[in-house]
């Protein structure tokens, strides 16, 4: 599980905290003997489904907001993100970084953060960034889905 919950596929999910707790109860104790609810609960795990743990497609999937609203109402491709979409687009194929398990820059719609926009966001970190111009999607490029470090001084 990594630090997300990590859902049984029945409507409930299970926090990091909650996954501890359960390997405990998984692991024999000092006289070999285990908790009364491990074969219970091993029954419950093997019925969650095989690529319920499946890593994800993309290791970094990057939507920008390139909504156009009518002129004068505040939106996110006023502040140039279309231009910043492409740019990172063509940057990650040029740094080789684009396709399956690996990074994909997708646009979006309105994604309901209109006054703090310009807005993209990389999953599955669920980091939110803003941003004024080019270098700052390049400083995002190569800190964040290069090297896989949050750039603070851009987040939101
Ligand atoms: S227009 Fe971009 S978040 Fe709404």
Redesign the pocket.
């Known amino acids: 599980m990594s630090g997300a919950d990590a859902g049984r596929g029945d409507g409930v999910s299970y926090n990091y905290g909650q996954g501890v707790a359960m390997a405990r109860r998984l692991t024999p104790n000092r006289n070999g003997r285990r908790h009364a609810g491990a074969v219970q609960f091993e029954q419950r795990l093997l019925s969650i489904p095989a690529n319920h743990f499946a890593m994800s497609y993309y290791d970094k999937h990057v939507f920008f907001?390139c909504?156009q609203?009518p002129e004068g109402e505040q939106?996110?491709n006023n502040g140039g993100s279309q231009k910043m979409r492409d740019y990172a687009k063509d940057r990650v194929k040029q740094l080789t970084l684009s396709g399956p398990g690996k990074v994909r820059i997708n646009q979006s719609g309105?994604?309901?953060?209109?006054k703090e926009?310009?807005?993209m966001v990389v999953y599955p970190d669920a980091v939110w960034y803003t941003y004024v111009d080019q270098s700052d999607i390049e400083e995002i490029i190569n800190e964040h889905l290069v090297n896989g470090r949050i750039v603070e001084r851009l987040r939101i």
């Open positions: 907001c909504n609203r939106c996110c309105c994604l309901d953060r209109c926009g310009p807005v």
